[in-house]
Protein backbone atom coordinates (compact mmCIF):
# COMPACT_ATOMS: atom_id res chain seq x y z
CA UNK A 1 0.00 0.00 0.00
CA UNK A 2 1.35 3.26 -0.95
CA UNK A 3 1.54 5.68 2.30
CA UNK A 4 0.11 9.17 2.02
CA UNK A 5 3.89 10.38 2.44
CA UNK A 6 4.71 8.78 -0.73
CA UNK A 7 2.00 9.99 -2.91
CA UNK A 8 3.14 13.39 -2.24
CA UNK A 9 5.60 15.12 -4.58
CA UNK A 10 9.06 15.58 -2.81
CA UNK A 11 11.03 18.95 -3.80
CA UNK A 12 14.92 18.45 -4.29
CA UNK A 13 17.25 20.88 -2.21
CA UNK A 14 18.54 23.14 -4.18
CA UNK A 15 22.24 21.27 -4.85
CA UNK A 16 23.59 19.66 -7.70
CA UNK A 17 24.45 16.38 -5.88
CA UNK A 18 23.46 13.24 -7.76
CA UNK A 19 20.25 11.67 -6.51
CA UNK A 20 20.99 7.70 -5.26
CA UNK A 21 18.46 5.46 -6.90
CA UNK A 22 17.40 3.96 -3.40
CA UNK A 23 16.08 7.84 -3.04
CA UNK A 24 13.45 7.24 -6.03
CA UNK A 25 13.06 3.45 -5.01
CA UNK A 26 12.08 4.47 -1.49
CA UNK A 27 9.08 7.09 -3.06
CA UNK A 28 8.11 4.32 -5.59
CA UNK A 29 6.86 2.02 -2.44
CA UNK A 30 7.98 -1.31 -1.61
CA UNK A 31 4.00 -2.78 -1.78
CA UNK A 32 2.54 -1.07 -4.27
CA UNK A 33 0.22 -2.45 -7.39
CA UNK A 34 3.87 -3.16 -9.28
CA UNK A 35 5.82 -4.73 -6.45
CA UNK A 36 2.41 -6.97 -5.36
CA UNK A 37 2.05 -8.48 -9.22
CA UNK A 38 5.64 -8.82 -9.89
CA UNK A 39 6.38 -10.60 -6.32
CA UNK A 40 3.23 -13.05 -7.77
CA UNK A 41 5.37 -13.66 -10.49
CA UNK A 42 8.43 -14.71 -8.79
CA UNK A 43 6.59 -16.34 -6.24
CA UNK A 44 5.51 -19.15 -8.98
CA UNK A 45 9.20 -19.20 -9.95
CA UNK A 46 10.69 -19.83 -6.55
CA UNK A 47 7.67 -21.97 -5.84
CA UNK A 48 8.33 -24.57 -8.62
CA UNK A 49 12.25 -24.43 -8.99
CA UNK A 50 12.77 -25.58 -5.11
CA UNK A 51 11.41 -28.79 -6.73
CA UNK A 52 13.22 -28.92 -9.75
CA UNK A 53 16.26 -28.98 -7.86
CA UNK A 54 15.69 -31.68 -5.64
CA UNK A 55 12.34 -33.49 -7.43
CA UNK A 56 15.18 -36.95 -8.67
CA UNK A 57 14.93 -37.51 -3.93
CA UNK A 58 11.34 -38.92 -5.73
CA UNK A 59 11.27 -39.62 -9.50
CA UNK A 60 14.29 -41.70 -9.28
CA UNK A 61 13.31 -43.65 -5.81
CA UNK A 62 15.03 -46.77 -4.84
CA UNK A 63 12.60 -49.74 -5.42
CA UNK A 64 13.45 -53.71 -4.50
CA UNK A 65 14.08 -56.10 -6.90
CA UNK A 66 14.76 -59.33 -7.17
CA UNK A 67 15.83 -62.32 -9.98
CA UNK A 68 12.08 -63.13 -11.49
CA UNK A 69 11.43 -67.12 -10.64
CA UNK A 70 8.24 -67.83 -12.79
CA UNK A 71 7.18 -70.80 -10.75
CA UNK A 72 6.16 -67.91 -8.09
CA UNK A 73 4.87 -65.34 -10.32
CA UNK A 74 1.84 -66.83 -10.94
CA UNK A 75 -1.35 -65.48 -9.15
CA UNK A 76 -2.42 -67.81 -6.14
CA UNK A 77 1.55 -69.10 -5.30
CA UNK A 78 2.12 -69.96 -1.74
CA UNK A 79 5.43 -69.12 -2.10
CA UNK A 80 7.44 -65.91 -0.77
CA UNK A 81 10.13 -64.76 -2.87
CA UNK A 82 12.31 -62.00 -0.82
CA UNK A 83 12.99 -58.70 -2.19
CA UNK A 84 16.20 -57.53 -2.11
CA UNK A 85 17.68 -54.25 -3.25
CA UNK A 86 21.01 -52.19 -4.10
CA UNK A 87 22.06 -52.09 -0.45
CA UNK A 88 20.98 -55.90 0.17
CA UNK A 89 24.60 -58.19 1.62
CA UNK A 90 23.73 -61.36 -1.04
CA UNK A 91 24.66 -59.01 -3.86
CA UNK A 92 28.57 -59.57 -4.35
CA UNK A 93 29.10 -57.65 -7.63
CA UNK A 94 27.18 -56.12 -10.91
CA UNK A 95 24.49 -58.66 -12.63
CA UNK A 96 24.72 -61.10 -9.87
CA UNK A 97 21.78 -61.68 -7.91
CA UNK A 98 20.28 -64.77 -6.17
CA UNK A 99 18.57 -67.29 -7.84
CA UNK A 100 16.45 -70.01 -6.72
CA UNK A 101 17.71 -73.49 -5.89
CA UNK A 102 16.41 -76.75 -8.15
CA UNK A 103 12.96 -76.29 -8.65
CA UNK A 104 12.12 -79.72 -6.70
CA UNK A 105 13.20 -77.09 -3.16
CA UNK A 106 10.33 -74.26 -2.10
CA UNK A 107 10.91 -70.62 -4.07
CA UNK A 108 11.53 -69.01 -0.80
CA UNK A 109 14.20 -71.54 0.52
CA UNK A 110 17.21 -69.42 -0.88
CA UNK A 111 20.31 -71.36 -0.67
CA UNK A 112 23.26 -68.36 -0.30
CA UNK A 113 25.87 -70.40 -2.07
CA UNK A 114 23.89 -70.29 -5.37
CA UNK A 115 24.79 -67.79 -7.40
CA UNK A 116 24.58 -66.78 -10.69
CA UNK A 117 23.72 -64.16 -13.39
CA UNK A 118 20.00 -62.80 -13.82
CA UNK A 119 18.11 -63.16 -17.11
CA UNK A 120 15.06 -61.50 -16.06
CA UNK A 121 14.18 -59.21 -13.14
CA UNK A 122 11.31 -58.52 -11.29
CA UNK A 123 10.49 -55.25 -9.36
CA UNK A 124 8.71 -54.55 -6.46
CA UNK A 125 7.49 -51.22 -8.60
CA UNK A 126 6.96 -52.58 -11.64
CA UNK A 127 6.12 -48.93 -13.45
CA UNK A 128 9.02 -47.27 -11.07
CA UNK A 129 12.47 -45.30 -12.77
CA UNK A 130 14.46 -48.57 -12.00
CA UNK A 131 11.95 -50.84 -12.81
CA UNK A 132 11.80 -49.18 -16.92
CA UNK A 133 15.15 -48.78 -17.34
CA UNK A 134 16.31 -51.78 -15.44
CA UNK A 135 18.60 -50.97 -13.19
CA UNK A 136 18.16 -53.48 -10.77
CA UNK A 137 22.11 -54.32 -9.37
CA UNK A 138 23.43 -50.54 -11.12
CA UNK A 139 23.00 -49.26 -7.49
CA UNK A 140 25.61 -46.38 -8.64
CA UNK A 141 23.16 -45.46 -11.11
CA UNK A 142 20.08 -43.45 -9.65
CA UNK A 143 22.63 -41.73 -7.41
CA UNK A 144 24.13 -40.44 -10.85
CA UNK A 145 20.92 -38.65 -11.74
CA UNK A 146 21.87 -36.09 -8.29
CA UNK A 147 24.91 -35.97 -9.60
CA UNK A 148 24.52 -34.71 -13.16
CA UNK A 149 21.87 -32.00 -11.74
CA UNK A 150 24.34 -30.49 -9.57
CA UNK A 151 26.70 -30.27 -11.99
CA UNK A 152 24.49 -29.27 -14.62
CA UNK A 153 23.48 -26.12 -11.61
CA UNK A 154 27.06 -25.43 -11.81
CA UNK A 155 28.09 -24.67 -15.25
CA UNK A 156 24.41 -23.15 -15.81
CA UNK A 157 24.76 -20.63 -12.80
CA UNK A 158 27.82 -19.29 -14.72
CA UNK A 159 26.12 -18.91 -18.07
CA UNK A 160 22.88 -17.63 -16.27
CA UNK A 161 24.64 -14.95 -14.44
CA UNK A 162 26.59 -13.60 -17.47
CA UNK A 163 23.21 -13.53 -19.54
CA UNK A 164 21.61 -11.82 -16.68
CA UNK A 165 24.34 -8.90 -16.35
CA UNK A 166 24.30 -8.74 -20.27
CA UNK A 167 21.13 -8.40 -21.59
CA UNK A 168 19.14 -8.00 -18.26
CA UNK A 169 17.44 -9.47 -15.26
CA UNK A 170 13.98 -10.23 -17.32
CA UNK A 171 15.55 -11.70 -20.38
CA UNK A 172 17.72 -14.63 -18.61
CA UNK A 173 15.02 -15.25 -15.95
CA UNK A 174 12.31 -15.97 -18.93
CA UNK A 175 14.46 -17.71 -21.01
CA UNK A 176 15.41 -20.01 -18.22
CA UNK A 177 12.04 -20.76 -16.96
CA UNK A 178 10.66 -21.59 -20.16
CA UNK A 179 13.64 -23.59 -21.10
CA UNK A 180 13.22 -25.54 -17.67
CA UNK A 181 9.57 -26.09 -18.36
CA UNK A 182 10.11 -27.92 -21.70
CA UNK A 183 13.38 -29.98 -20.44
CA UNK A 184 11.50 -31.06 -17.78
CA UNK A 185 8.49 -31.98 -19.53
CA UNK A 186 10.87 -33.70 -22.09
CA UNK A 187 13.11 -35.83 -19.88
CA UNK A 188 9.18 -37.51 -18.65
CA UNK A 189 9.45 -39.00 -21.80
CA UNK A 190 12.87 -40.00 -21.67
CA UNK A 191 13.14 -43.88 -23.26
CA UNK A 192 16.45 -44.51 -21.63
CA UNK A 193 17.80 -44.00 -18.33
CA UNK A 194 21.31 -42.02 -20.36
CA UNK A 195 18.28 -40.05 -22.19
CA UNK A 196 16.91 -38.86 -19.10
CA UNK A 197 20.35 -38.60 -17.92
CA UNK A 198 21.39 -35.72 -20.63
CA UNK A 199 18.05 -34.10 -20.44
CA UNK A 200 18.38 -33.64 -16.08
CA UNK A 201 21.84 -31.99 -17.10
CA UNK A 202 20.65 -29.70 -19.97
CA UNK A 203 17.56 -28.36 -17.64
CA UNK A 204 19.76 -28.07 -14.44
CA UNK A 205 22.29 -26.06 -17.08
CA UNK A 206 19.97 -23.86 -18.78
CA UNK A 207 16.52 -24.16 -17.26
CA UNK A 208 17.39 -22.64 -13.92
CA UNK A 209 15.53 -19.37 -13.44
CA UNK A 210 16.22 -18.80 -9.47
CA UNK A 211 19.48 -16.71 -10.15
CA UNK A 212 18.19 -13.57 -12.32
CA UNK A 213 14.60 -13.82 -10.60
CA UNK A 214 16.51 -13.38 -7.24
CA UNK A 215 18.65 -10.54 -8.45
CA UNK A 216 15.26 -8.87 -9.80
CA UNK A 217 13.38 -9.20 -6.23
CA UNK A 218 16.46 -7.68 -4.53
CA UNK A 219 16.84 -4.53 -7.21
CA UNK A 220 12.95 -3.94 -7.62
CA UNK A 221 12.96 -1.94 -4.15
CA UNK A 222 14.86 -0.16 -1.68
CA UNK A 223 17.59 -2.03 -0.03
CA UNK A 224 16.09 -1.26 3.60
CA UNK A 225 13.12 -3.20 2.49
CA UNK A 226 15.23 -5.88 0.47
CA UNK A 227 14.88 -8.71 3.09
CA UNK A 228 11.18 -8.25 3.47
CA UNK A 229 10.99 -8.86 0.30
CA UNK A 230 13.08 -12.02 0.13
CA UNK A 231 11.62 -13.10 3.43
CA UNK A 232 8.28 -13.84 1.63
CA UNK A 233 9.90 -15.08 -1.47
CA UNK A 234 11.90 -17.12 0.65
CA UNK A 235 8.75 -19.19 2.16
CA UNK A 236 7.10 -19.69 -1.19
CA UNK A 237 10.53 -21.86 -1.79
CA UNK A 238 9.59 -23.17 0.99
CA UNK A 239 6.20 -23.74 0.26
CA UNK A 240 7.01 -25.40 -2.86
CA UNK A 241 9.49 -28.04 -1.04
CA UNK A 242 6.98 -29.15 1.64
CA UNK A 243 3.83 -29.67 -1.17
CA UNK A 244 6.51 -31.79 -3.39
CA UNK A 245 6.59 -34.73 -1.69
CA UNK A 246 2.62 -35.25 -1.02
CA UNK A 247 2.09 -34.48 -4.97
CA UNK A 248 4.95 -37.24 -5.38
CA UNK A 249 2.55 -39.20 -2.65
CA UNK A 250 -0.65 -38.55 -4.33
CA UNK A 251 0.80 -38.82 -7.92
CA UNK A 252 3.70 -41.68 -7.76
CA UNK A 253 4.05 -42.60 -11.26
CA UNK A 254 7.34 -40.92 -11.95
CA UNK A 255 6.38 -39.54 -15.44
CA UNK A 256 3.35 -37.99 -14.44
CA UNK A 257 4.95 -36.76 -11.31
CA UNK A 258 7.29 -34.44 -13.55
CA UNK A 259 4.14 -33.66 -15.66
CA UNK A 260 2.76 -32.35 -12.85
CA UNK A 261 5.55 -29.78 -11.47
CA UNK A 262 6.46 -28.94 -14.32
CA UNK A 263 3.82 -27.99 -16.48
CA UNK A 264 2.75 -24.85 -14.62
CA UNK A 265 6.08 -22.95 -15.16
CA UNK A 266 5.05 -22.92 -19.13
CA UNK A 267 3.46 -19.75 -17.99
CA UNK A 268 7.18 -17.96 -17.56
CA UNK A 269 6.80 -17.81 -21.54
CA UNK A 270 4.22 -14.88 -20.90
CA UNK A 271 6.69 -12.94 -18.53
CA UNK A 272 7.79 -11.28 -21.21
CA UNK A 273 4.84 -9.32 -22.13
CA UNK A 274 4.32 -8.41 -17.98
CA UNK A 275 7.66 -8.53 -16.24
CA UNK A 276 9.63 -5.52 -16.36
CA UNK A 277 13.06 -5.14 -16.76
CA UNK A 278 15.21 -3.82 -12.77
CA UNK A 279 15.48 -0.29 -12.61
CA UNK A 280 19.18 -0.53 -11.44
CA UNK A 281 20.86 -2.75 -13.93
CA UNK A 282 18.83 -0.64 -16.41
CA UNK A 283 21.09 2.32 -14.93
CA UNK A 284 24.04 0.32 -14.81
CA UNK A 285 23.83 -0.47 -18.56
CA UNK A 286 23.58 3.68 -19.22
CA UNK A 287 19.81 2.79 -20.59
CA UNK A 288 18.59 6.04 -19.01
CA UNK A 289 15.54 6.96 -20.98
CA UNK A 290 14.40 3.67 -20.90
CA UNK A 291 14.87 3.52 -16.78
CA UNK A 292 12.85 6.57 -16.38
CA UNK A 293 10.68 5.73 -18.31
CA UNK A 294 10.10 2.61 -16.62
CA UNK A 295 10.05 4.70 -12.91
CA UNK A 296 6.97 6.65 -14.57
CA UNK A 297 5.05 3.59 -15.40
CA UNK A 298 5.61 1.88 -12.03
CA UNK A 299 4.60 5.36 -10.12
CA UNK A 300 2.09 5.51 -12.26
CA UNK A 301 0.19 1.98 -11.48
CA UNK A 302 1.33 2.30 -7.99
CA UNK A 303 -0.65 5.83 -7.75
CA UNK A 304 2.02 7.64 -6.44
CA UNK A 305 3.91 10.85 -7.70
CA UNK A 306 7.95 11.53 -8.48
CA UNK A 307 9.38 14.86 -9.03
CA UNK A 308 10.70 14.90 -12.37
CA UNK A 309 13.78 16.89 -11.38
CA UNK A 310 14.98 13.95 -8.79
CA UNK A 311 14.82 11.34 -11.48
CA UNK A 312 16.73 13.74 -13.62
CA UNK A 313 19.57 14.37 -11.12
CA UNK A 314 19.93 10.53 -10.90
CA UNK A 315 23.22 8.93 -10.58
CA UNK A 316 24.04 6.61 -13.53
CA UNK A 317 26.94 5.18 -15.61
CA UNK A 318 27.10 7.61 -19.07
CA UNK A 319 26.41 5.83 -22.37
CA UNK A 320 29.97 5.78 -23.23
CA UNK A 321 31.38 4.04 -20.38
CA UNK A 322 28.71 1.63 -20.17
CA UNK A 323 29.77 0.15 -23.57
CA UNK A 324 32.83 -1.58 -21.98
CA UNK A 325 32.41 -5.07 -22.54
CA UNK A 326 31.09 -7.83 -19.71
CA UNK A 327 34.44 -9.61 -19.89
CA UNK A 328 36.13 -6.37 -19.34
CA UNK A 329 34.13 -5.45 -16.51
CA UNK A 330 34.68 -8.97 -14.92
CA UNK A 331 38.26 -8.86 -15.22
CA UNK A 332 38.36 -5.73 -13.86
CA UNK A 333 36.24 -6.48 -10.95
CA UNK A 334 38.84 -9.65 -9.95
CA UNK A 335 41.74 -7.18 -10.40
CA UNK A 336 40.70 -5.61 -7.65
CA UNK A 337 42.37 -6.79 -3.99
CA UNK A 338 39.16 -6.11 -1.81
CA UNK A 339 36.77 -7.98 -4.48
CA UNK A 340 39.19 -10.79 -4.81
CA UNK A 341 39.31 -11.54 -0.93
CA UNK A 342 35.59 -10.88 -0.52
CA UNK A 343 34.92 -13.37 -3.37
CA UNK A 344 37.34 -15.70 -1.82
CA UNK A 345 35.48 -16.12 1.70
CA UNK A 346 32.16 -16.19 -0.22
CA UNK A 347 33.44 -19.64 -2.15
CA UNK A 348 34.15 -20.86 1.47
CA UNK A 349 30.67 -20.07 2.41
CA UNK A 350 28.56 -21.77 -0.46
CA UNK A 351 30.65 -24.42 -0.40
CA UNK A 352 29.91 -24.87 3.08
CA UNK A 353 25.93 -24.34 2.73
CA UNK A 354 25.34 -26.40 0.00
CA UNK A 355 27.11 -29.11 1.48
CA UNK A 356 25.04 -28.85 5.06
CA UNK A 357 22.50 -28.12 3.60
CA UNK A 358 22.21 -31.28 0.63
CA UNK A 359 24.08 -33.22 3.12
CA UNK A 360 20.79 -32.91 5.20
CA UNK A 361 18.30 -33.19 2.62
CA UNK A 362 19.50 -36.25 2.09
CA UNK A 363 19.64 -37.48 5.19
CA UNK A 364 16.22 -36.83 5.80
CA UNK A 365 14.80 -39.90 3.25
CA UNK A 366 16.83 -42.56 5.19
CA UNK A 367 14.96 -41.94 7.96
CA UNK A 368 12.70 -44.60 9.19
CA UNK A 369 9.08 -44.31 8.33
CA UNK A 370 7.22 -42.45 5.83
CA UNK A 371 9.97 -40.76 3.45
CA UNK A 372 7.34 -38.01 2.47
CA UNK A 373 6.17 -37.03 5.78
CA UNK A 374 10.06 -36.76 6.73
CA UNK A 375 11.21 -34.83 3.85
CA UNK A 376 7.95 -32.29 4.28
CA UNK A 377 8.98 -32.22 8.19
CA UNK A 378 12.40 -31.40 8.35
CA UNK A 379 11.80 -28.95 5.09
CA UNK A 380 9.18 -27.05 7.63
CA UNK A 381 12.26 -26.09 10.00
CA UNK A 382 12.91 -23.85 7.12
CA UNK A 383 9.46 -21.63 7.61
CA UNK A 384 10.78 -19.80 11.08
CA UNK A 385 14.14 -20.21 9.96
CA UNK A 386 12.98 -17.87 7.57
CA UNK A 387 11.16 -15.62 9.56
CA UNK A 388 13.84 -15.60 12.10
CA UNK A 389 16.31 -14.71 9.38
CA UNK A 390 14.09 -11.55 8.64
CA UNK A 391 13.94 -10.30 11.96
CA UNK A 392 17.61 -11.05 12.78
CA UNK A 393 18.52 -8.38 9.40
CA UNK A 394 16.38 -6.40 10.47
CA UNK A 395 17.86 -5.62 13.90
CA UNK A 396 21.51 -7.25 13.42
CA UNK A 397 22.35 -6.09 10.53
CA UNK A 398 24.23 -9.20 8.45
CA UNK A 399 27.67 -9.93 9.81
CA UNK A 400 26.84 -10.85 13.30
CA UNK A 401 23.81 -13.01 12.75
CA UNK A 402 25.83 -15.06 10.11
CA UNK A 403 28.63 -15.71 12.09
CA UNK A 404 26.19 -16.38 14.37
CA UNK A 405 24.81 -19.31 12.82
CA UNK A 406 27.69 -20.84 11.51
CA UNK A 407 29.32 -20.96 14.84
CA UNK A 408 26.58 -21.88 16.64
CA UNK A 409 25.46 -24.45 14.28
CA UNK A 410 28.92 -25.85 13.58
CA UNK A 411 29.07 -26.40 17.72
CA UNK A 412 25.66 -28.50 17.60
CA UNK A 413 27.46 -30.44 14.75
CA UNK A 414 30.56 -31.37 16.30
CA UNK A 415 28.98 -31.89 19.67
CA UNK A 416 26.37 -34.47 18.08
CA UNK A 417 28.46 -37.45 17.56
CA UNK A 418 29.88 -37.03 21.12
CA UNK A 419 26.44 -37.38 22.47
CA UNK A 420 25.71 -40.14 25.31
CA UNK A 421 23.93 -42.96 23.23
CA UNK A 422 21.31 -43.62 26.28
CA UNK A 423 20.26 -39.88 24.91
CA UNK A 424 19.62 -40.11 21.28
CA UNK A 425 16.65 -37.83 21.34
CA UNK A 426 19.66 -34.50 22.55
CA UNK A 427 21.46 -35.85 19.42
CA UNK A 428 18.18 -35.32 17.04
CA UNK A 429 17.43 -32.16 18.53
CA UNK A 430 20.63 -30.94 17.41
CA UNK A 431 19.75 -32.17 14.25
CA UNK A 432 17.06 -30.55 13.94
CA UNK A 433 18.59 -27.13 15.36
CA UNK A 434 21.04 -27.31 13.10
CA UNK A 435 18.97 -27.85 10.17
CA UNK A 436 17.22 -24.14 11.13
CA UNK A 437 20.65 -22.87 11.24
CA UNK A 438 21.75 -24.06 8.27
CA UNK A 439 18.93 -22.73 6.62
CA UNK A 440 19.18 -19.25 8.84
CA UNK A 441 23.04 -19.40 7.12
CA UNK A 442 21.69 -20.27 3.86
CA UNK A 443 19.56 -16.82 3.14
CA UNK A 444 21.73 -14.95 4.61
CA UNK A 445 24.50 -15.77 2.15
CA UNK A 446 22.27 -15.47 -0.53
CA UNK A 447 21.70 -11.83 -0.14
CA UNK A 448 24.78 -10.90 1.50
CA UNK A 449 26.74 -12.36 -1.39
CA UNK A 450 24.65 -10.10 -3.91
CA UNK A 451 25.80 -6.83 -1.60
CA UNK A 452 29.59 -6.98 -1.79
CA UNK A 453 30.01 -6.41 -5.72
CA UNK A 454 28.93 -3.65 -7.97
CA UNK A 455 25.48 -4.26 -10.33
CA UNK A 456 26.97 -4.64 -13.76
CA UNK A 457 29.02 -7.73 -12.33
CA UNK A 458 26.80 -8.50 -9.57
CA UNK A 459 24.82 -11.30 -11.08
CA UNK A 460 28.15 -12.65 -12.62
CA UNK A 461 30.12 -12.90 -9.30
CA UNK A 462 26.73 -14.35 -7.41
CA UNK A 463 26.61 -17.05 -9.30
CA UNK A 464 30.25 -18.06 -9.61
CA UNK A 465 30.36 -18.02 -5.98
CA UNK A 466 27.11 -20.35 -6.17
CA UNK A 467 28.94 -22.82 -9.09
CA UNK A 468 31.56 -23.41 -6.67
CA UNK A 469 29.36 -23.71 -3.96
CA UNK A 470 27.60 -26.81 -6.04
CA UNK A 471 31.19 -28.48 -5.68
CA UNK A 472 29.68 -29.28 -1.84
CA UNK A 473 26.48 -30.72 -3.64
CA UNK A 474 28.19 -32.66 -5.15
CA UNK A 475 29.92 -34.40 -2.39
CA UNK A 476 26.73 -34.56 -0.25
CA UNK A 477 25.47 -37.20 -1.33
CA UNK A 478 28.81 -38.96 -1.02
CA UNK A 479 29.21 -38.19 3.28
CA UNK A 480 27.29 -41.42 4.18
CA UNK A 481 29.94 -43.52 2.73
CA UNK A 482 31.83 -41.77 5.21
CA UNK A 483 29.89 -43.40 8.19
CA UNK A 484 31.61 -46.67 7.21
CA UNK A 485 34.76 -45.37 9.02
CA UNK A 486 33.28 -43.79 12.12
CA UNK A 487 29.31 -43.21 12.02
CA UNK A 488 30.06 -39.21 13.16
CA UNK A 489 32.61 -38.13 10.61
CA UNK A 490 29.75 -36.44 8.32
CA UNK A 491 28.38 -34.40 11.17
CA UNK A 492 32.08 -33.73 12.16
CA UNK A 493 32.96 -32.56 8.66
CA UNK A 494 29.39 -30.55 8.50
CA UNK A 495 30.58 -28.31 11.68
CA UNK A 496 34.35 -28.07 11.24
CA UNK A 497 33.37 -26.21 8.07
CA UNK A 498 30.55 -24.72 9.47
CA UNK A 499 33.17 -23.05 11.94
CA UNK A 500 35.49 -21.98 9.52
CA UNK A 501 33.19 -20.57 7.49
CA UNK A 502 31.83 -18.38 10.75
CA UNK A 503 35.82 -17.22 11.26
CA UNK A 504 36.17 -16.04 8.17
CA UNK A 505 33.03 -14.24 7.96
CA UNK A 506 35.08 -11.74 10.40
CA UNK A 507 36.86 -10.37 7.80
CA UNK A 508 34.19 -9.28 6.03
CA UNK A 509 32.51 -5.76 5.90
CA UNK A 510 28.82 -4.69 6.97
CA UNK A 511 26.66 -4.17 4.30
CA UNK A 512 23.14 -3.70 5.53
CA UNK A 513 22.74 0.29 6.35
CA UNK A 514 24.93 1.02 2.69
CA UNK A 515 23.01 1.03 -0.60
CA UNK A 516 23.63 -1.67 -3.37
CA UNK A 517 27.25 -0.33 -5.29
CA UNK A 518 26.85 0.23 -8.76
CA UNK A 519 30.71 0.23 -9.57
CA UNK A 520 33.77 -1.15 -8.57
CA UNK A 521 34.62 2.17 -6.07
CA UNK A 522 31.58 1.83 -4.75
CA UNK A 523 31.62 -1.83 -3.39
CA UNK A 524 35.28 -1.36 -2.36
CA UNK A 525 34.16 1.15 0.20
CA UNK A 526 31.43 -0.63 1.85
CA UNK A 527 32.17 -1.50 5.66
CA UNK A 528 35.39 1.77 5.65
CA UNK A 529 34.92 3.86 8.89
CA UNK A 530 36.22 7.20 7.11
CA UNK A 531 33.29 8.43 4.51
CA UNK A 532 35.09 8.62 0.95
CA UNK A 533 32.43 10.61 -1.32
CA UNK A 534 32.04 9.12 -4.64
CA UNK A 535 33.06 11.16 -7.33
CA UNK A 536 31.46 8.98 -10.37
CA UNK A 537 34.05 10.89 -13.13
CA UNK A 538 36.68 8.90 -11.36
CA UNK A 539 34.86 5.51 -11.90
CA UNK A 540 36.40 4.77 -15.34
CA UNK A 541 35.86 1.83 -17.00
CA UNK A 542 37.34 1.96 -20.36
CA UNK A 543 41.12 1.47 -19.00
CA UNK A 544 40.33 -1.75 -17.99
Request: glycine share 6%; net charge positive; with cysteine.
Amino acid sequence: MATKKSQETTPLDGDEAPVKLDEVLSKLGAFGKHQMITMCMLALVYATNSMYNVNYVFAVEDVNYRCKVPECESAGSPYIVPWLNASSPHLEGPKQCLQHPPLSAQCHTFNTSVLRECQEWAYEIPNSFVAEFGLACEEWKPPLVGTIHSFGSMIGLLIQGQISDRFGRKTAAVFAGTMGAVLGLTKSFATSFWLYLVFEGLEAAIGDALSPMFMLSIEIVEKKRAVLFQMILLNCYTIGQIIMPFIAWGVPYWRNFLRVIYAPTLIILTYSFFLDESIRWLFSKGKKKQAIKLIEKIAKRNNVKVDKTLINKLDYIDEDSSKVTDRKLLIKTFRSRIMLQRFLVCMVWWFTITLINFGMMISSVLISGNKYLNFALLIMMDIPANIFYWLALSKYKRKLPLIGSFIVGGIFCVSQPFMPKGYAWIGLALFMAFEMLATFSYNIVYMYTSELFPTYTRNSMHSICSAFGRVGSLLAPQTPLLMTYWTGLPALIFGLTSLLSGFLTLFMPETAKTQLPDTIREAEVIGKRSVIKYDPAKESLKGT
